[in-house]
C-alpha cells in the first residue's frame, strides 16, 4: 500500500441501522420475489424455490379475509422457526401504528418489518416512527404522497398495496400505475410549482423535489396484493415494479413449489414472453380469486392506512 | 421501464471497455450507474449470448441463493466458469462475493458457485439486518482514503488460499480478496457513490 491513511479507522465502531444501511438492504432483493409462509416447511419450498426473502405471518391474507376478525402479530415461536429454518432473509408484520408489535419484531432479529394494512390498524390517525428502530421497514402505498409520507415517517422500502389475498392483480395495477403516473407529472414541473405539488399530495417538500429531480422514490419500488401468476409478476415488473411479493398466490394454488419456482423466472425474465410462457406451463390450479369490484368497503385493506 | 443511470453526466461511454453486470437479481443498477461513473460501457447480462460480448462482469449484491438458482435454471452457471477459467476480469460485491469463492459456509447444500478465488467464505457472517453496518474500510489498492464499507447481511472470508491477497481486512476478518483477474468485497461500494472500487476493477479490465 503506497499511501499512509490518516486514519486507523477500520477499528473504528460500525454505524447499524443507518438509512444507507437500511435501504441498501432492500436494494439487494432487486429483481426478486419475496414469499408468505406460514410455517418453516413452506418457508424452505420458498427458498428452493429462489425467493429473495420470506414474510413469516400466522394466516395469508386470503386466510385473514375467511376468517374475519382481529388480525395481529403472528406468534414470537412461529417466526422464530421459520428464521431457523432458512438462511435468507425473513420479514414479518406488524400491525399500523402498532410500534411495540414492531418492537418485538426487532427484537426476534426479523430482517424487514412490514407495517401492513393486511393486519387490523391499531391507530387511525399515526403510523409506527420507523426512523427509531434499527430494523428497516417497508410499508404499502396506493399513491406517491401516501409512499412520501411512510419515507418521511422512516419507510426503507415501499411496495404497492394492491388489494392481498384476492389473487386479483387489478389494485397493484392501479396502485403501481398511479405512482408511477404521478412521480412523470412531477418531472414537468418547474421549481415554482412543487411547493403546491407536495401541499396537493401531503408529502414534505423535500422529498418531493427529490421525486422531481431523480425520477424515482428515494427507496426501493416494489409490488404487492393480487399477485398469483408469473405474468401477473412480470406485468408488475413492466409496470415498473422492482419486484414482487407474492403473498396467498403460491401457497394457496395447486402446486405452490412449481408455482413458486415459475414466478421467479418470470419476474427475472420479465421482459422475455418466451421464458414467461415456459414458466406458466402446467402449473395446475391457481388460486380462485375474488373480484375486488364485489368486495365491501370494510374489506378493502388498501383504504386501511393515511 | 428499467431506464437505468438517469444520473450520469458521462457522454463519452464509447471509450470505455464493455462491462457488464449480472442482472438475475440483486442491485443491478447501482452497479450500472458505478461502472458509467468510472468509465466503463455497462450492460446488463443474463443469458449466455450476452456474457459472450463483455470484456469484465460484476456480480452485484443480491439473494446468492437465488442468483445461484438462476444461473443454473438458465444455463449460465458453466458458461461463467469458463469465462472466469480463461481469464475475464470479474468483480463480486456481497453475494458476488460468495459467488466467487471456491467455497462457502452457511450455504445451501445444493447452492452452486462460480468460483474464482481460492477462499472461503461465510454466508451472513456479521449477522441479519439489524447488525447490518457501515464503517471506513482501508483497501489495499484504492489511494484516497478508506472507502466507506456498506455491509449488509455480509459475508466475510475465513481463509484464503496461497494465490489469493488480502487487500481489506475489517473487525479482524477479511472483507476484500483479489486473486489475479478475480475481485470480491464483501461490502457494497455500489451503494456510496463513491467509484474508486470501481474504477480499480475497470483498469482490470483494461489491461486484461
Known sequence: MSITPASTSNSEAPATGTARVKRGMAEQLKGGVIMDVVTPEQAKVAEDAGAVAVMALERVPADIRKDGGVARMSDPDMIEGIINAVSIPVMAKSRIGHFVEAQVLQSLGVDYIDESEVLTPADEVNHSDKWSFTTPF?????????????IAEGAAMIRSKGEAGTGNVVEAVRHLRQIKGEIARLRGLDNHELYAAAKEIRAPYELVAEVARTGKLPVVLFSAGGVATPADAALMRQLGAEGVFVGSGIFKSGDPAKRAAAIVKATTFYDDPKVIADASRNLGEAMVGINCDTLPESERYASRGW | ????????????????????????????????????????????????????????LVIP?????????????????EPLRERVRAGMPVYGTCAGMIMLADKILDGRDDQETIGGIDMIVRRNAFG??????????EMRGVEGGPVEGVFIRAPWVESVGGGAEVLATFDGHTVAVRQGHVLATSFHPELTGDHRVHALFVDMVRSA
Open chain 2, 1 to 56: 421501464m428499467t431506464t437505468s443511470s438517469t444520473s450520469s453526466t458521462s457522454t463519452s461511454a464509447s471509450a470505455g471497455p464493455v462491462v457488464g453486470v449480472l442482472a438475475l437479481q440483486g442491485d443491478v443498477r447501482e452497479h450500472l450507474a458505478a461502472l458509467t461513473a468510472a468509465g466503463a460501457t455497462p450492460r446488463q447480462v443474463r443469458r449466455p449470448e450476452e456474457l459472450a460480448e463483455v470484456a469484465g
Open chain 2, 61 to 77: 449484491g443480491g439473494e446468492s441463493t437465488t442468483m445461484s438458482k438462476l444461473a443454473v435454471v438458465f444455463g449460465l452457471l
Open chain 1, 138 to 150: 417497508v410499508c404499502g402505498a396506493t399513491n406517491l404522497g401516501e409512499a412520501l409520507r411512510r
Open chain 2, 128 to 137: 441479519r439486518q439489524n447488525e447490518s453496518f457501515e464503517a471506513q474500510v
